[in-house]
C-alpha cells in the first residue's frame, strides 16, 4: 500500500485547522464581547471551581451520573451502527447478539432507574 | 504516484462474514454466571427490599451450582477444543481451573452471604458517601447492599473467561470483568469505612495502572506477532526473523499486569492495605478466588504463548519469585493484624506457585493447579475465623486481641490452629502436600534456577512457620488482655464455610491423591 491511501486523511486534517483558526479568528473579530460573571468562570460541571471548599468539600455528582449514563447509550451506537449498516450479512445471528447487546445494556438502565439515578433531586 | 480513489461504503463492506463458531456446552459455565448476575441486577432494580438478600443468595446459589455442573460436565465429555473463533481454549487447565473457582465461589458465598453476625450483613448499602456524614450514620443503621452477589457473579464470570481466554484482547477484556467488580466490593466494609474506601481507592488506581500496563504490552505484541492470539505469538516467536524486542518488551508489560494481580513483588504494595481494608468476606474471596483466576491466565500465557522464550524468562520470573517469597515471608514477620499477616503471607503464597510455574513442565502445571486448589480452601477457612473473633468495633483483627482466645473459644481457636499450621506446611495438611508438589515439580526439572528457587522456598517457608506460630501460641498460652474480644457463634453459611474449609485441608492433606490425579490429567495445554 502506498503512503497515498493518506492523503485524505491529511487533506481533512487541514481542512479541520483552517476550520478552527477561520472561526475563532472570526469570533475574535466580530463577535460582541459582553462579559458577566457566568461567562468569566472556568467552566466544571456543576463544581464552583474557587474558591476551593476546605477539605475537597461536596459537590453534586449530578452531572457526572448524567454524563456516565450518556456513555452508556453512546457506545450502544457505536456497535450499532455498523452492524445497522452489515445486517443483512450478519443475519439471525447478528441480530440475536445484538438483542442481547442491547439486553444488558437496557438492564444497567433498568437498574439506575429504579434506584433513583435518573431522579435529579 | 496513482490517483487516489475513495472507496465506497459498499466497497469497505464487501467483506466476507464469518460467524464464530460457537461450543454453547463448553461457555455454559461463563453464561450462566453471567446470566444470573443480569438476573441479579434485576432483582436489586424490581424485587421488594426485604426478600431481596434471600432471592440473590438462592439465584447466586443456584447459579453457582448449575455452572460447576456444567464444568463438571465438559470434563467428563473429555472436551479439548478451541472455540469462539480460538478466543477461548476449553482445555484441561481450564476445566480443572473452572472448576476450582465454581466450588471457591460457593464457599465464599457462604460468607458474603452470612448475616447473622451483624445486624444487617457485613456490607453497606453505598460504597461512596462521605465517612462521617448524616447519611453514612444513617445507612450504618439500614440494612447491607443485596448487589453483592451480582458483584460476586459477574467477578466469577470473568475469572472464568480469564482461565479459558486464549488470546490477550479476551483475556483483557475478563481482567476488567472480574476486577471491576472487586475494586466495588472492596468499599463497602460496614465497620472502618474510611480504611475500606481507601482500600477500594488504592486498588482501583493501581490495578487500572496495571491495565494500562498490560494492554500497552499487547499492542507491542500485536505489532511483533500481527495476532493477539496465544498460538499466533507462539508461533510467531518460533519464526521470528526480526529483532524479538518487541516481543520481549510487550511480555513484559503483559506480566506487569498479571503480576499485580497475584500479587508477586515489586508489584505487591497494594495487597496488605486492600486485604486489611476490604469486608473480611471479600478479602476471602480476593485471596482464594483472584488468586486462581490470575495464576490460570498467567500459568497459560507463560506456558501457551512464551514456551519458546523460556531461558529469556527465567531468570526475570525467578528473581520475582524469589524476592516475592523473601518479601511475603520477611514482612509478615513483622505484622501486628491479622488480616495484614494473612495478606503478607498471601503475597509469599504467589512466590511458590511461581516456583511450580517456573518448572516448565507438565508436572510444574499440574502441581501449582493443586496448590491453587488446596490455598483456596485454607485461606476462605481462615477468613471465616476472622469474622467470627469480633468485639463492639466489629472484628478485632489487632493480634494482641487474640491472646488467650484458646481459653475463651476452645473451638474456634483449634480450627485456627489447624488452618495456620497448614499455612506454615505441616504434615497432615494440604499446605504440606501442595509446598511439597511445587518443590518437587521444580526438583525434578534439575536445573539450576529451580533448584535456586527451591532452596528459597525451603528457607521462607520456615520464616514463615514463625509469624504463623506466634498467632498459635499467642492464642493458647498467652493471658487474654483487659477487654478480649468475643468468638461470635457462627451462623449456619459461615459454619458451612469453615466446615467445607478445614475438611478440604484436611482431606487434601491426608488424601490428596484424587485431586493430584485429576490436576496431572488435566494439566495439558492447548494452543
Not at chain 1, 90 to 106: D, K, N, R
Not at chain 2, 29 to 44: E, I, K, R, S, T
Not at chain 2, 132 to 157: I, M, N, Y
Request: with cysteine.
Amino acid at each position: 500500500m502506498s503512503l497515498s491511501a493518506y492523503v485524505p486523511i491529511l487533506a481533512l486534517f487541514a481542512l479541520a485547522t483552517a476550520f478552527t483558526l477561520f472561526s475563532v479568528g472570526i469570533s475574535q473579530i466580530v463577535g460582541p464581547k459582553r462579559y458577566n460573571r457566568a461567562k468569566l468562570e472556568a467552566y466544571e460541571c456543576g463544581i464552583e471551581p474557587s474558591p476551593e471548599p476546605v477539605g475537597g468539600g461536596r459537590f453534586p455528582v449530578k452531572f457526572y451520573l448524567t454524563a456516565m449514563l450518556f456513555i452508556i447509550f453512546d457506545i450502544e451506537i457505536i456497535f450499532l451502527y455498523p452492524w445497522a449498516v452489515t445486517f443483512a450479512d450478519l443475519g439471525l445471528f447478528g441480530f440475536v447478539e445484538m438483542l442481547l447487546f442491547i439486553g444488558t445494556v437496557f438492564i444497567a438502565y433498568a437498574y439506575v432507574w429504579r434506584r433513583g439515578g435518573l431522579d435529579w433531586d | 504516484m496513482n490517483g487516489f480513489t475513495i472507496a465506497t461504503p459498499a466497497q469497505v463492506l464487501a467483506i466476507d462474514v464469518r460467524l464464530p463458531d460457537l461450543d454453547y456446552a463448553a461457555m455454559a459455565p461463563m453464561l450462566v454466571l453471567f446470566g444470573a448476575a443480569c438476573l441479579g441486577v434485576l432483582v436489586d432494580a424490581f424485587a421488594p427490599r426485604q426478600s431481596r438478600h434471600t432471592i440473590q443468595f438462592a439465584l447466586s446459589f443456584i447459579a453457582l451450582t448449575v455452572a460447576l455442573l456444567a464444568v463438571i460436565r465438559e470434563a467428563r465429555v473429555g472436551s479439548r477444543e478451541l472455540t469462539a473463533d480460538v478466543a477461548l481454549a476449553i482445555d484441561g487447565p481450564t476445566l480443572f481451573l473452572q472448576g476450582t473457582l465454581a466450588v471457591l465461589g460457593i464457599v465464599a458465598l457462604l460468607l458474603v452471604g452470612e448475616r447473622a453476625l451483624e445486624k444487617g450483613g457485613p456490607f453497606v448499602s453505598q460504597a461512596a458517601i462521605p465517612v462521617g456524614s448524616e447519611a453514612d450514620r444513617r445507612q450504618a443503621r439500614e440494612e447491607g447492599a443485596t448487589e453483592v452477589f451480582p458483584l460476586t457473579l459477574f467477578a466469577l464470570s470473568g475469572m472464568m473467561l480469564f482461565v479459558a481466554a486464549n488470546d490477550l484482547l479476551t483475556m483483557f477484556v475478563a481482567l476488567e470483568v472480574f476486577s471491576l467488580p472487586l475494586y466495588l466490593l472492596c468499599a463497602l466494609a460496614r465497620r472502618r469505612r474510611l480504611v475500606s474506601q481507601e482500600a477500594a481507592l488504592k486498588y482501583f488506581l493501581l490495578g487500572a495502572f496495571a491495565s494500562a500496563f498490560f494492554i500497552f504490552g499487547m499492542a507491542l505484541l500485536y505489532g511483533f506477532a500481527g495476532t493477539v492470539s496465544f498460538g499466533g505469538i507462539h508461533d510467531a516467536a518460533l519464526l521470528a526473523t526480526t529483532s524479538p524486542l518487541l516481543l520481549f518488551t510487550g511480555l513484559a508489560m503483559v506480566a506487569v499486569g498479571l503480576l499485580f494481580k497475584i500479587a508477586a513483588v515489586p508489584f505487591h504494595v497494594w495487597t496488605p492495605d486492600v486485604y486489611q481494608g476490604a469486608p473480611t468476606s471479600v478479602t476471602a474471596f480476593m485471596a482464594a478466588c483472584t488468586k486462581v483466576a490470575a495464576f490460570g491466565g498467567l500459568l497459560r500465557v507463560l506456558y501457551v504463548a512464551f514456551d519458546r522464550a523460556r531461558w529469556d524468562i527465567e531468570p526475570v520470573i525467578g528473581t520475582i519469585a524469589i524476592l516475592t517469597m523473601l518479601v511475603g515471608a520477611i514482612l509478615a514477620v513483622t505484622q501486628t493484624d491479622i488480616k495484614r499477616l494473612l495478606a503478607y503471607s498471601s503475597i509469599a503464597n504467589a512466590g511458590y506457585l511461581l516456583v511450580g510455574a517456573l518448572a516448565f513442565s507438565k508436572e510444574g502445571l499440574s502441581s501449582a493447579m493443586f496448590y491453587l486448589a488446596a490455598y483456596g480452601f485454607t485461606v476462605i477457612a481462615a477468613f471465616a475465623v476472622i469474622t467470627l473473633v469480633r468485639d463492639d468495633d466489629g472484628e478485632a483483627t489487632h493480634l494482641s486481641r487474640w491472646a488467650g482466645l484458646g481459653r475463651e473459644a476452645p473451638l474456634v481457636a483449634g480450627v485456627f490452629t489447624f488452618l495456620m499450621l497448614a499455612f506454615a506446611g505441616i504434615p497432615l495438611t494440604s499446605g504440606f502436600t501442595s509446598k511439597f508438589a511445587v518443590f518437587g515439580a521444580a526438583l525434578g526439572v534439575g536445573e539450576a534456577w529451580p533448584v535456586a528457587l527451591v532452596i528459597v522456598g525451603v528457607v521462607t517457608s520456615m520464616i514463615l512457620a514463625f509469624p504463623y506460630l506466634r498467632v498459635v501460641v499467642m492464642m493458647w498460652l498467652s493471658e487474654p488482655a483487659e477487654q478480649s474480644p468475643t468468638v461470635a457463634i457462627p451462623g449456619a453459611f459461615t459454619s458451612a464455610a469453615l466446615m467445607v474449609g478445614v475438611l478440604a485441608t484436611l482431606l487434601l492433606g491426608v488424601f490428596p491423591s484424587p485431586v493430584l490425579d485429576l490436576a496431572d490429567r488435566a494439566a495439558e495445554f492447548i494452543r
